[in-house]
């Protein structure tokens, strides 16, 4: 008789704790960093440091200003919630599309791999209940 997928329980709740079902999240990129300087933002986008500045000059970013010493320039800080918003903004798929995407590939891995992304989505949902 073949091996069965362990499933551990709390996978059974997971969905119905989902912080926002049905809405792109982007915690998985941006971690529990709250202030990105714009070549940062750049950085993790894959985009030029001045798209950025344009952007925050079109006010499709946004943050704190700090005067960085004797006023002659200041310095950008993106907060959190607006890079994930122009992540939100910006991106051509929905959530159910980037789900029913993943689990289409899944038909690829074997038994033993599948076994490793279970214990990762596992792993993964005890941290996001620590929190």
């Given amino acids: ?3 069965t997928l362990q499933r551990p329980s709390s996978f059974a709740k997971a969905s119905a704790d989902r912080e926002v079902r049905g809405q792109l999240q982007f915690d998985w990129l941006l971690g529990e960093r709250q202030f990105w ?3 940062a933002a750049a950085g993790l ?3 030029s440091d001045s ?5 925050w000059d079109q006010g499709q970013v946004s943050g ?3 005067n960085a010493g004797r006023g002659e320039r200041l310095t950008k800080r993106i907060t959190r ?3 994930g918003a122009l992540l939100v903004r910006s991106a051509r798929y929905t ?4 789900l029913q995407t993943f689990c289409s590939c899944l038909r690829e891995f074997d038994r033993e ?3 490793q992304i279970a214990d990762a989505a596992y792993v993964e949902q005890q941290r996001r209940d620590r929190r």
């Fill in 95 to 98: 959530a159910e599309a980037k």
């Fill in 113 to 115: 791999e599948l076994q």
């Fill in 1 to 3: 008789m073949p091996a």
């Fill in 37 to 39: 300087s714009l070549k």
């Fill in 45 to 47: 986008l894959h985009l």
């Fill in 51 to 55: 798209f950025i500045e344009k952007l």
């Fill in 64 to 66: 704190h200003e700090f």
């Fill in 81 to 83: 919630a607006f890079l």
